[in-house]
Nanobody, 131 residues
Framework: EVQLVESGGGLVQAGGSLRLSCAAS????????IGWFRQAPGKEREGVSC???????YYADSVKGRFAISSDNSKNTVYLQMNSLKPEDTAVYYC?????????????????????????WGKGTLVTVSS
C-alpha cells in the first residue's frame, strides 16, 4: 500500500522558512516522481514542485527561486525547503506520487508540471504564513 506522510508544517512569519518532509513507503521509491501540491481555502489545488526519478525538478512560477525540492533515496524521503515565505503561500501542502491507480478517477488527480498526474497523496500538512 502506498503511503505518503507529510510533516514540517506550521506557523511562520512572512519572509521566514519552513522545510516540509514526505516519508514514502509501500512502493519502489526510485521508480516514481514525487511532488507537492497545495490547496488554499476556497481555491483550486495547485501543483507546486516535483522531482522525477531521474532527478529532474519542476517548480511552479509562483515558487520558483524560493522553494527547493530534494530527495534522499536512502530514506525514501522528499523535502521541500520553502524560503522567503509569503502570506499567499498559506495552504495545506500535500505530498504526492506519480501514477494512475484508478483510471476512472484520473480526473481527480493533480498534474504537477512535468511529473504528470499524481494519483497518490498524503493527508497534508498546514502551512500558515502571517503578514
Amino acid at each position: 500500500e502506498v503511503q505518503l506522510v507529510e510533516s514540517g508544517g506550521g506557523l511562520v512569519q512572512a519572509g521566514g522558512s519552513l522545510r516540509l518532509s514526505c516519508a514514502a513507503s509501500g512502493f519502489t521509491f526510485d521508480d516514481y516522481a514525487i511532488g507537492w501540491f497545495r490547496q488554499a481555502p476556497g481555491k483550486e489545488r495547485e501543483g507546486v514542485s516535483c522531482i522525477s526519478s531521474d532527478g529532474t525538478t519542476y517548480y511552479a512560477d509562483s515558487v520558483k527561486g524560493r522553494f527547493a525540492i530534494s530527495s534522499d533515496n536512502s530514506k525514501n524521503t522528499v523535502y521541500l525547503q520553502m524560503n522567503s515565505l509569503k502570506p499567499e503561500d498559506t495552504a495545506v501542502y500535500y505530498c504526492a506520487a506519480s501514477g494512475v491507480p484508478d483510471i476512472t478517477l484520473v480526473h481527480t488527480y493533480v498534474v504537477v508540471g512535468t511529473c504528470g498526474a499524481m494519483g497518490y497523496w498524503g493527508k497534508g500538512t498546514l502551512v500558515t504564513v502571517s503578514s
